[in-house]
């Protein structure tokens, strides 16, 4: 019968530590591998649905920039048509608002000259009285009753 020796065990310690080593290292390189290949699928799927993704968010864009350049040209034409009715407003001001005052000017002396002698052919009114606290005060300061 054949004795083992101690080095003899101690170098299939050796081999079968290093065995099981080997085999756990077998086993997470195979689940890395996996890992990997659901990444690089995980990646690809992103990829293939972000590029339509960015291709319409580059269409929104050019259509906001569009519409953008749209409002500026309204609101430049808003502003000549502001500017042309302020210029509008102040022509027709200064062409017809002499006159016009004058031609008011001039009915207001009339209403005054003919309601000043209707006034005149008419007797004279007696003066309102104010009451105040229950007596009679005239109207006209200085005047006695």
Known sequence: MHTVSGGEVAGILVAVFWAILVSFLAVALARLAQTLKATTKLVADVTD???PLL???STAVRSAQTQIERVDAIASDVQEVTS???ALS??????FGGP???????GYGVRRAISGRKDDDVPAKTPRRTVIV???VSRG???KD
């Open 141 to 143: 300061r200085g005047k």
């Open 90 to 95: 102040t022509t027709v001001a200064s062409t």
């Open 84 to 86: 042309n009715a302020s």
């Open 49 to 51: 649905q972000a590029v």
């Open 134 to 136: 229950g007596r009679a």
């Open 100 to 106: 016009l005052v004058k031609v008011a000017a001039f």
């Open 55 to 57: 291709a319409e968010a």
